[in-house]
Each structure stands twice: as structure tokens, then as C-alpha cells.
């Protein structure tokens, strides 16, 4: 997987290496069909998965699992309670 990163206007190099920011990335998913709305991308694989973070049960910001979402099918996968577990981290 690789990460999206956080977008960084503090001089041209670092634009260059964050104009596909999980914000720009957030949008254009959005525009998939069967991509989860309101969700937010953090990351894909290359061949047009994604994972994401969706809105908690009041939907007053995002939920801490971090789920994977298949393009084909639409389907959303949880693969971590959070962001920590996802890159090993251990609580």
C-alpha cells in the first residue's frame, strides 16, 4: 500500500511531492461509483483499491478502523482497528 500524503505548499519541490494529497485523492474516489460516501482515502495498491476511513456511528467525524475497499465489487473490508495496528504498531 502506499500512503497518500498530506499536502505541503512550503516550496515547489514539496508541492510536487504532495499534489496527489488524500484530500485531491478523497475527491476524485468520490467520483467512483460504489466508492463509500462520505468516506476518506488514505492510501491504494496500484490496482485501484483503496483504503479508508469511514464516519463513526453519529457521523460527527471518521471512525478509527481503517477498512479496504474493492473497487470491482464495491465491497468494504475492515482490516485494522486503527491506524496504529495497521502499521504494526503495538497500544
Known amino acids: 500500500w502506499q500512503l497518500f500524503p498530506i499536502y505541503d505548499?512550503?516550496?515547489k519541490k514539496r508541492i510536487a511531492r504532495t499534489c496527489n494529497d488524500i484530500v485531491r485523492e478523497t475527491k476524485v474516489a468520490r467520483e467512483w461509483t460504489g466508492f463509500p460516501q462520505p468516506g476518506v482515502?488514505?492510501?491504494y495498491n496500484g490496482t485501484g483499491a483503496k483504503l479508508v476511513f469511514l464516519p463513526n456511528e453519529t457521523a460527527e467525524r471518521l471512525?478509527?478502523?481503517v477498512y479496504w475497499w474493492d473497487?470491482?465489487?464495491g465491497e468494504v473490508h475492515a482490516?485494522?482497528?486503527g491506524?496504529?495496528?495497521l502499521a504494526g504498531e503495538s497500544r
Open 9 to 11: 505548499d512550503s516550496d
Open 71 to 73: 473497487h470491482e465489487t
Open 41 to 43: 482515502t488514505l492510501a
Open 83 to 85: 491506524f496504529g495496528e
Open 79 to 81: 482490516v485494522a482497528e
Open 63 to 65: 471512525a478509527e478502523q
